[in-house]
């Protein structure tokens, strides 16, 4: 049997522009002669929906998408498509994250997802009730073990603690399936897309059973889907392989004899050379996350300051690489404090991305200001409140270009300054969109040194020079904070592992270094609940994933 994998990018309830995409791929996938479409999760409708999915018309539209899309098949053509069922027994109920097979112009069979994921961004308990018993869907006498994503999930090989207490990909091959199916939308986290990979190696060698994985491609707010649909036969080698980070459309043959269940291997078989190197995977993860947040939002053009620092610069990189040039607007907004040569390498780096850049001086604004508040400010020395009023400006200006221009703003903020706090609020974390917010200040640099490995992009006395704000006179990110490296390990021990302060400190970092950090983490969640939402990249990034009381007492953790 021809089988056609479509990994393809959705935009949630976008119900025209998702069918004008299948049946695009449908007619493909005709002409390359398969027999079988296979689609990710919910697609007919997108994924993820969160509250959504509570509207009874988006489902009814959902159901009527269905129908439109049983009305592609034939008797020698179907079609497996991941959509929200109701409940069949009590409709004003529960719902269903569901798939169904579609042939001969109608539905012909329905399985519903068992294990719905509970953690990190995942809430489908929420919304949806698990399947229980799901048969077999039979296709042209080849019986199909079809699940639902985080039903592939789980493996116990894979994991330190067993999260299920079944296996339905199991279930499915003991049923006495042919071929297993699996429909995701399985988000975007640095290494998982190998993890991931293995995983349905391993059900498919224990099995003996070919296992065809679709997953959906594109970004849906701050999440990113990579695709990586995969083919993988009954001795766990892979045999087909759909782009990652683009749209796709595979067909491969399953021969009639390897159909069906054979005693499994101990080792899956040889793979296909490695995915794409880590730094080039984070790349393509924000490039992907920025472009379609920006045109699925209606907007064409977007617009960031440009400091000359590392952080702006690499966002600038990113947003070109992801747009194109033309549709990125760069603005230097100097005060008395901003230095000569960041105001140069701000020019050279727009220079070299071939973006537009503008130079907005904000010194005369900030003066105003100073001037309209000396009178309460009597008798008090400058802190770090001129130091907010001058990045506040600074987000005004940005604010007043989207309004007028139309402009998409770029927050440029990395994942430690989001951390720790040192980030203003309505100053430089003024934004749609923090590109980077997931990316720590060690990554940054990592990334920008991988844009310049052919050449210069982005100039090097940017990559080499102190960061700093630039919003008092000689003033360097490190007077405030740890040394980057050392920030950095504790911000991943503390929110991605959750170690405990005694379990930083054994790895020899300094007691009272380890405890100012993390103080700092948990006091700034104030800030970050009204931050622009950013691109997850991450295990664990700052955002839907990671739930926080903003009032608590953390100081029983801090010791």
Known sequence: MRIAIAQLNFTIGAFEANLTKIQEAVAEARTEGAELVVLSELATVGYPLVDLVERKDLVDRNLEQLERLAGLSDDDFGLVVGFVDRNRRDEGKALHNAAALLWRGRLAGVVRKCLLPTYDVFDEARYFEPGCGNPLLEFKDVKLGVTICEDAWSDPGLWDRQLYGRDPVLEAAEKGADVLINLSASPFTLGKAETRRDMIRRHAAATGLFFVYVNQVGANDELVFDGHSMIIDGRGCEVVRARDFEEDLLSYDIPADKMGRRAG??????????????????????????????????????????????????????????????????????TRYSSGHSLDDAEALARNLGIEHRVIPIDSMFQTMLDGLAPEFEDREPDVTEENIQARIRGMVLMALSNKFGYLVLATGNKSEMGVGYCTLYGDMCGALAVISDVSKTWVSRLSRWINRKGEVIPESTLTKAPSAELRPNQEDQDSLPPYEVLDRVLEGWVEERLSVAQLVAEGIDRGVVEKIVRLIDGAEYKRRQAAPGIKISSKAFGIGRRYPIVADYSSLHR
């Open 265 to 334: 291997v101990d080792v899956p078989g040889e793979l296909r050379p490695c995915i794409a190197e880590p730094e080039e995977q984070a790349l393509s993860a924000l490039q992907l996350g920025l472009r379609d947040y920006v045109q699925k939002s209606g907007f064409s053009k977007v617009v960031l300051g440009l400091s000359g620092g590392i952080d702006s610069a690499l966002v600038a990189a990113i947003a070109a690489r992801a747009l194109g040039p033309e549709n990125v607007v760069g603005v230097a907004m100097p």
